[in-house]
């Protein structure tokens, strides 16, 4: 099964801040890697797929990168409305899919 | 717009069963592969099972496996989840969720994640 390592675990930060959050793969997917963002009591949202394709919707201070088995999701300017968890996922190699454990991006 | 509607959650005793459906509308339901995710309390995510469009190819995760099943049908834009032999670890929020065209491969739709909870 492939694991994917999300660090760091927790993230403080201010609004108006850039964000830099990291996932990274026990082998390569490829770019078979998306970025969710999930906020209590709700469904996971898609931010990114493909490693570096924005899902409708989704603004542009979003961004994704990396291929192989690094990856990086980047926030440009924090939102209030940005601080939640958020899950990397591979489809490269399955079943079964695989997550990261989370980072948890809070206000400081 | 695309929606997913879980419903059949609540609480069982160990050992018992459950059966989670989920119905989707706003978008092409027998073109989707469909799946099951869980999350319990204050953890990650988790792949419970993947059930292609036509329902020719299943797959499990090996928490699972030989106890859940999984069906849809799709004359009724329905995915079932079947959870027997139910135990206290299986205890989690449960969420139905598709692809879209344009996501390739990825969840962009959700349901809203119903709770499911194994007493002793």
């Known amino acids: 099964d492939i694991v994917l390592t999300q660090s760091p675990g927790t993230l403080s930060l201010s609004p108006g801040e850039r964000a830099t959050l990291s996932c990274r793969a026990s082998?390569?997917?490829?770019?078979?890697l998306a970025w969710y963002q999930q906020k209590p009591g709700q469904a996971p949202r898609l931010l990114i797929h493909?490693?570096?394709n924005r899902a409708t919707g989704i603004p542009d201070r979003f961004s994704g990168s990396g291929s192989g088995t690094e990856f990086t999701l980047t926030i440009s300017s924090l939102e209030p409305e940005d601080f939640a968890v958020y899950y990397c996922?591979?489809?490269?190699?399955?079943?079964?899919?695989?997550f990261g454990q989370g980072t948890r991006l809070e206000i400081k | 717009e695309a929606q997913l509607v879980a419903s059949g959650g609540g609480l069982v005793k160990a050992g018992g069963s459950l059966r989670l459906s989920c119905e989707g509308s706003?978008?092409?339901?027998?073109?989707?592969?469909m799946n099951w995710f869980r999350q319990a309390p204050g953890q990650g995510l988790e792949w419970v099972s993947t059930?292609?469009?036509?329902?020719?190819?299943?797959y499990y995760s090996d928490s699972v496996k030989g106890r859940f099943t999984i069906s849809r049908d799709n004359a009724k834009n329905s995915v079932f989840l079947q959870m027997n032999s139910l135990r206290v670890e299986d205890t989690a929020r449960y969420f139905c969720?598709?692809?879209?065209?344009?996501?390739?491969?990825?969840?962009?739709?959700w349901g809203q994640g119903i709770l499911v909870t194994v007493s002793p």
């Open positions: 059930i292609s469009t036509t329902g020719s190819n299943i």
């Open positions: 969720a598709s692809p879209s065209y344009e996501s390739n491969g990825f969840y962009d739709y």
């Open positions: 082998q390569s997917v490829m770019r078979y």
């Open positions: 493909d490693a570096s």
């Open positions: 996922q591979q489809r490269r190699d399955w079943p079964p899919i695989t």
């Open positions: 706003g978008f092409t339901f027998s073109g989707s592969s």
